[in-house]
């Protein structure tokens, strides 16, 4: 039995520990902030200690092991000593991992990847396949491993998960897109953070299928350079491909060994450039599990969206309000705006991860008539966007956003909340921006 020091009492952490447990580990949890209720009465159910508010260093420092929450830095004061003492630090995926005999097809990308894990996951459900859906998504893959007997997982996965995974193998590797992000946590150099994307590939055999975007130049520059062992599958809107995804006609062809199948764009549920790439995505794996083609026409077809991500909400007084609150960076904005057909009132703000809005300005001299900064601090957005949109404004809450917008909106316009920035300085996390932003709304 050895000792797990489980950092963190969030939705990982919280899953890493009740696995560690039910493993036979002695594991202790702490987190240097207070814990919810729920995570506290998992603990006492499965009879784990732990502590919340601050660490005790005497306990962690006695570790054979520590399984790291994503949302903590490498450079913590913490993790830094746990380093320099030579105790091994992995991820909550790492250590699941190790007890899951499941295939596991992980997605990631800068953009895009809860959407595709999501369509895969209800795919594989449409196909009777017992699967479970985890990673950066709903119940903690560790807490899933623990508690179910899964075939197979999709598991969104973060760049930040990715870090603390080291013997981890998928058997299907989804990357949709590099774009920078997150670029405070990598020493804002945008090599560190490709690498870290990159380590989705690690471990992969001749058995297993690589699949990715033709299209993005930072995914395909990057190819030479990692050892890839994998059957490569890319997936194209400019090019046709031998084998994988593309795009003639109006029409989605994926092809995968002696087996096809065809799409018109049309047909697909979720519509824009950035859907299509994904749905190609969800296809492309579909094929390589030997899903039938009607399974995938009807799941491709049906498939209802996450929420928010360019989530419809209401249209009050001819104006449609859109939640796409998961938009966490510019290239994610960009999507959303290059999506929007009417004149724009775009909520946008939060904490700047070193963001370069450059990619938005032609969308927003064409798109975006009045502009909502919905941050601690607006600075950087009144310096970018100033001189662009007839009207900008400051709020301090989701609901004086709404408030503002409702106001300044003029009927057959869309009021978009697509932030382009992370949620800390105002908000717990995306999803509570989103749903107070959809609160406001239902309000008007």
Request: a negative charge.
């Amino acid at each position: 039995m050895s000792k797990v020091v489980v950092l963190g009492g969030g939705e990982s952490g919280t899953g890493a520990a009740v696995l560690a447990k039910v493993k036979g580990h002695d594991v202790f949890l702490s987190d240097c902030n207070m814990i919810s209720e729920d995570a506290r009465m998992l603990l006492s159910d499965y009879g784990i200690g732990y502590e919340e508010g601050g660490h005790s260093r005497d306990k962690i420092m006695d570790a054979d092991l520590v399984v790291k929450s994503p949302g903590i830095p490498d450079t913590v004061p913490i993790v830094e000593e746990i380093a320099s003492n030579g105790i091994p630090v992995i991820s909550e995926i790492e250590f699941a991992g190790k007890y899951d005999r499941a295939k596991k097809i992980c997605v990631t990308g800068s953009n895009g990847k809860t959407t595709t894990a999501s369509i895969i996951y209800f795919l594989l459900k449409n196909a009777g396949l017992n699967v479970g859906l985890a990673g950066n998504i709903g119940q903690s893959y560790a807490y899933q491993v623990a508690t179910f007997n899964h075939d197979y997982y999709v598991l969104e996965i973060s760049s930040f998960q990715l870090d603390g995974m080291y013997d981890f193998k998928a058997d299907i590797a989804v990357l949709l897109n590099i774009t920078p992000d997150h670029l405070d946590r990598y020493d804002n150099d945008m090599e560190n953070y490709i690498k870290a994307k990159f380590r989705i590939t690690q471990n992969m055999s001749s058995e297993d299928c690589f699949i990715f975007c033709a299209d993005d130049q930072v995914s395909i520059s990057h190819l030479n350079k990692i050892v890839l062992h994998a059957k490569q599958l890319p997936f194209s809107q400019v090019k046709e491909v031998e084998q994988g995804a593309f795009v003639r006609e109006e029409q989605m062809h994926v092809k995968y060994t002696d087996n096809e199948y065809q799409m018109f764009l049309n047909e697909l549920s979720l519509q824009g450039k950035h859907n299509i790439y994904n749905s190609m995505a969800a296809a492309i794996t579909g094929k390589v599990l030997n899903i039938e083609n009607n399974i995938l026409r009807e799941s491709l077809s049906t498939f209802k969206g996450v929420e928010h991500r360019l989530e419809k909400v209401l249209k009050v007084k001819n104006v449609l309000y859109i939640n796409d609150s998961k938009a966490t960076n510019v290239n994610s904005a960009w999507y959303a705006l290059e999506s929007m057909n009417t004149p724009v009132v775009w909520i946008a703000g939060g904490k700047d991860k070193g963001n370069d809005y450059e990619p938005l300005y032609e969308l927003v001299k064409d798109k975006v008539r009045v502009l909502i900064c919905l941050g601690a601090d607006n600075s950087k957005l009144h310096k970018c966007f100033g001189g662009m949109v007839a009207e900008i404004h400051d709020a301090r809450s989701a609901e004086e956003a709404v408030s503002i917008a409702y106001q300044k909106a003029l009927p057959g316009e869309t009021v978009l909340l697509s932030p382009a920035c992370a949620s800390f300085d105002l908000f717990k996390n995306y999803e509570e921006r989103g749903r107070l932003f959809k609160e406001a709304v239902s309000k008007l």
